[in-house]
């Protein structure tokens, strides 16, 4: 069981004030956070540190008390693995496109993480040999989502961290893929950015951000009022 703990993170993109102020959150085994607060709040940068793609100017984020920084990226990403808003494919089919993620996963490990993400049926239709990408047409923004899904679950990570689940669909696919998503991550540690109320019901705790800074926390039914 893995422990991330987010203590007085400063993240400052070059020239700018910082996009994350001050922020600190603990991640224990098996809780959900979701984070929600406006656009340019500081969501993805977080994320991104979190990811290790941007380097915070300071405060410290540690995996059972060890810093980030000091453990080798491989390492970090097989506790920690990030889906974000925008998962791309490789002009490649459904196989490749998996294998690519993980070289040495087997089929048994590119089957369940398929059928976790939800995404078995779409492959027993089209294949896996199927080729992604030459005509539009073949692989929905839904499915899109779901594959990246699948490929972040090839790790079996303890701990996901999402940016915007379905973001960029219509209402209805972003709902599905939000059920979806959760159901996938069932047990596992969460970080969520979010700002539908959908699914927010089934998190542990709701974190909102504001210019950097966490400006409320607690659970859902404390901060959410629904009509
Ligand atoms: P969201 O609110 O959904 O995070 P943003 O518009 O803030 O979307 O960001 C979209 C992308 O643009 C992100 O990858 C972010 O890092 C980048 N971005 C946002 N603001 C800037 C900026 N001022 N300069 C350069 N890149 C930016
Ligand atoms: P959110 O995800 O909550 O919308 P972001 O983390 O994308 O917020 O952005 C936080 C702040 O950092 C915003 O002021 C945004 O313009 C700025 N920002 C984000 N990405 C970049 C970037 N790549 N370069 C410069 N500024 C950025």
């Known amino acids: 069981p893995y422990t991330v703990e987010v203590r ?5 993109h070059p020239g700018r004030a910082p996009a994350v102020d001050g922020v600190s959150l603990t991640l ?23 990811m290790r793609l941007i380097e915070p100017e300071s405060g410290s984020i540690t995996v059972n008390g060890r810093d980030i920084r000091e453990l080798r990226a491989e390492d970090v990403r097989r506790v920690m693995t990030g889906l974000p808003q925008d998962p791309y494919v490789f ?26 993400a939800r995404l078995d049926r779409w492959v027993a ?15 929905s923004g839904g499915q899109l989502q779901r594959l990246a899904l699948a490929r972040a679950l090839l790790y079996d990570p303890p701990v996901l961290l999402l ?22 991550t069932r047990g596992r540690t969460v970080l969520m950015v979010t700002h539908r109320l959908t699914g927010l019901d089934q ?11 966490v400006i409320q926390r607690g659970g859902h039914e404390e901060l959410i009022r629904t009509p």
């Open 163 to 184: 940016d915007e689940p379905g973001e960029a669909l219509d209402d209805a696919t972003a709902g599905a893929i939000m059920a979806d998503v959760l159901d996938a």
């Open 8 to 12: 007085d993170l400063v993240v400052r």
């Open 203 to 213: 998190v542990d705790e709701v974190v909102v951000l504001d210019r950097g800074r």
């Open 91 to 116: 002009r490649a089919s459904v196989r490749e496109n998996l294998r690519l993620a993980a070289p040495e996963a087997g089929d048994e490990e590119l089957e369940r993480a398929v059928r976790r």
């Open 28 to 50: 224990t085994p098996g809780k959900r956070v979701a984070l929600v607060g406006p656009s340019g709040a500081g969501k993805s940068t977080l994320l991104a540190a979190l």
């Open 125 to 139: 239709g089209v294949g896996w040999d199927a080729g992604l990408g030459e005509d539009g047409r073949t692989v």
